[in-house]
């Protein structure tokens, strides 16, 4: 079940909505995990398991830590715990890629298992390991009901695509949390607008990126069109997962934290991975970057550090060497910046900033996209006139007017823009007050304009989850 989907917004969210607001406050953790429960058992059935197995296992370990701090079972028992779900992740989502790359080495012919990959999983273990991990370094005090610990890790607006919620991030809300009509509005609002940035902007931006891919009269255009419209794809796609995630989060009374803050506006790489995935960024940098040293050791060491976490960040987002290729090209560019690249861009115009920042990330998602050197090799010589086909044609031509709009339409939704006339609208002693009476009027047509979108399109697949 996604959030784009009729059975999530007319049978699953109504229904649960109901139930949750009518229990009393006490049971409402409840009633939350067993509606996330069923919520990922429609989509993984059996896999459910896999998911209570994660909770039970990380709330045990931190209990027994808990009670053993201090002592050398309390760090035996933390490292159970990262190894258990370390183990899980890489069994489950990088079997075939390990032995197929053992096989390539040695020459072997092991068969590959093709082990299903269980939604979210990428996501509620480096939940759960980080919670161990907090708890053990005396971040987060430990949870004793595992009711509520177990609402917390199967929590359905954010467990299969994000954002990575930490728990002490939300910790003291599980039991102590308020509900306003205030915030349900606020929420509503949110994912209503987390729901059209999917499906009217990326679901009509992956129809692009297919048409561009499957042209066969090939044209210079069209290799930017399918590298354009998957950049723009996968930010839509994700980010409006995030504003809905977070905006059925407000509904229900919880505050996570924002995941992406308009990174294409980035005037460096450094400033753009800190308004990108910002929940992954804040991961990595707590359990892996910081624990190795940081950039508090010598120069050779902080090299291998960011080495380090590029390759995990890549490794994480999926189980093929471009993914890989992807996390390190960061880790160089980034590395770059860091050494010497950032004095000469702070004393570079503006725009020239945000060029650099725009050609990098353009490259950066032909390597995440494309799967072999040879397909990444070919977009890029595509797209600078290299690959000997014309600059456009007419195929070309008539699918950047089919879809211009749209383009131009996310371009601009990229930008903060819009939300700064509204908020200096709002501010407007004549404006605010109809800001206020067209906001709900507004999303009501916003709803019925996705409602009809999805009934005419059956593509609602989020993209992430493929990571």
């Known amino acids: 079940m996604v959030f784009s989907s009729i059975p999530f917004l007319f049978y699953f969210l109504p229904v649960f909505l109901a139930l949750y607001f009518a229990v009393p406050k006490k049971a ?13 058992y429609y989509g993984e059935t059996g896999y459910v398991l896999l998911l ?10 931190s209990t027994f830590i808990e009670r053993n701090r201090g002592k050398p079972s309390a760090k035996a028992a933390l490292l159970i715990s990262v190894i258990g779900n370390m ?6 989502k990088y079997s075939d890629f390990f032995i197929a790359n053992i096989n390539a080495l040695l020459g072997t012919s092991l068969p590959l298992p093709h ?26 005090r430990p ?11 199967t929590m359905f607006p954010q467990l299969v695509a994000g954002p990575i919620v930490r728990y002490q991030t939300i910790g003291a809300q599980l039991n102590n949390r308020k509900h306003s009509w205030e915030d349900f509005s606020i929420g509503a609002t949110r994912f209503i607008i987390g729901l059209g940035k999917k ?10 990126n297919a048409a561009a891919l499957a042209a066969t009269d090939k ?3 069209f290799y930017w069109l399918a590298v354009v419209s998957f950049m723009l794809q996968i930010y839509f796609d994700f980010s409006g997962y995030s504003d809905m995630a977070i905006g059925l989060g407000r509904i229900l009374g919880f505050r996570f934290l924002e995941n992406f803050n308009y990174p294409f506006i980035a005037k460096s790489i450094s400033e753009f991975w800190q308004r990108w995935h910002i929940s992954m960024g804040t991961w990595f940098r707590e359990y892996i970057y910081i624990p190795l040293g940081g950039n508090r050791v010598s120069r050779l060491k902080w090299v291998r550090n960011i080495a380090v976490v590029w390759f995990v960040t890549g490794l994480w987002h999926g189980a093929a060497w471009n993914f890989i290729a992807w996390g390190l090209y960061f880790g160089v560019i980034l590395a770059l910046e860091k050494l010497f690249l950032m004095k000469r861009l702070e004393k570079t115009p503006s725009a020239l900033r945000h060029l650099y920042v725009l050609v990098v990330i353009t490259i950066s998602f032909v390597i995440f996209h494309m799967e072999s050197v040879s397909a990444i090799t070919e977009t890029l010589k595509g797209m600078i006139g290299l690959a000997g086909v014309p600059v456009v044609n007419s195929e070309s031509v008539y699918a950047l007017k089919s879809y211009g709009f749209v383009l131009i339409l996310a371009a601009f939704g990229a930008t903060p823009v819009l939300r700064s006339l509204i908020r200096k609208a709002k501010q407007h002693p004549k404006w605010g007050t109809a800001v206020d009476i067209l906001t709900p009027v507004l999303n009501i047509v916003l709803l019925l304009v996705v409602i009809a979108y999805m009934i005419d399109s059956s593509s609602n697949f989020f993209l992430y989850f493929r990571f």
């Open 199 to 208: 499906v009217i902007i990326a679901d009509t931006l992956g129809q692009l």
């Open 87 to 92: 183990l899980v992740l890489g069994f489950f």
């Open 28 to 40: 409402r953790n409840a009633v939350l995990l067993l509606a996330s429960l069923f919520f990922y």
């Open 143 to 153: 949870q004793r009901n595992p009711i509520d610990f177990a609402a917390y890790v």
């Open 52 to 61: 209570v197995f994660s909770s039970v296992m990380d709330y045990t370990i």
């Open 219 to 221: 044209a210079a255009l």
């Open 115 to 140: 082990i299903h990959l269980p939604l979210g999983i990428s996501f509620y273990t480096f939940q759960t390991m980080s919670y161990t991990i907090d708890v053990y370094r005396g971040q987060a």
